[in-house]
Every structure is written in structure tokens, then in C-alpha cells.
């Protein structure tokens, strides 16, 4: 099937920057949509970065102009850049990719996470 790998989470101080990466391998057909979702201890799961349509991205309010998500489709990878980063960005991250597979059905849509990565941000 398909298979996400996160990477380039860590422990970095406040101000600094952090690149995440997430490579989709697999059966893939295309990539319909890509984002990032952070979870932090005792809080529910946001929405932190999304492509939705094309190359138009949304981001929350609390990483506009400090994150940035960008692809490389000819390598099935997302990345998250974050810049200026605030202890209260400490969160595991993980990528979801909505992801078109060729079955014996017909093309097919499926959602699918990372693992996560930690990334703590120390002030």
C-alpha cells in the first residue's frame, strides 16, 4: 500500500527553525491533498498547514508567516518550514496526505498518516 515517513523534528530554541519532511512511497497514482496537524499534550489535534486545491495552501492564524508547506511532487514529499519558533509550537507533528491508488475497482482515494514527529521548542 503506501508508507509516510516524517522526519526532522528535535529540540531547538525559540527563534529557531526546523524543516519537516514527510516521503510518501507506495502504489501511488496521484497526491490529492497535503497537510500538517499538530497535537500537544492535553490539546486536541489542529489543522497547522494544507495544501487543499492545486498549489493554494492555508495555514493557521497562529503560524501565518512564520510556517510554510511546500511539495515536491516528483518525490511524493511534503515538507513543513518553520521559522521563529515559539515554546508554544511544541507539538507532535504529522502529515496526512489523501492519496489516488489504482485498484481493481477503479481509482480510489484513501487517507493516510505519518507517524508523527516531536518537535520541542525550548524558551
Known amino acids: 500500500q503506501v508508507q509516510l515517513v516524517e522526519s526532522g523534528g528535535g529540540l531547538v530554541q525559540a527563534g529557531g527553525s526546523l524543516r519537516l519532511s514527510c516521503v510518501a512511497s507506495?502504489?501511488?497514482?496521484?497526491?490529492?491533498?497535503m497537510a500538517w496537524y499538530r497535537q500537544a499534550p492535553g490539546k486536541q489535534r489542529e489543522l497547522v498547514a494544507a495544501f487543499t486545491s492545486g498549489d493554494t495552501s492555508n495555514y493557521a492564524d497562529s503560524v501565518k508567516g512564520r510556517f510554510t508547506i511546500y511539495r515536491d511532487n516528483a518525490k511524493n514529499t511534503v515538507y513543513l518550514q518553520m521559522n521563529s519558533l515559539k515554546p508554544e509550537d511544541t507539538a507532535v507533528y504529522s502529515c496526512?496526505?489523501?492519496?489516488?491508488?489504482?485498484?481493481?475497482?477503479?481509482?480510489?482515494?484513501?487517507?493516510?498518516w505519518g507517524q508523527g514527529t516531536q518537535v520541542t521548542v525550548s524558551s
Open positions: 507506495g502504489s501511488i497514482v496521484s497526491i490529492n491533498a
Open positions: 496526512n496526505l489523501e492519496v489516488a491508488l489504482a485498484t481493481m475497482w477503479g481509482r480510489k482515494t484513501y487517507s493516510y
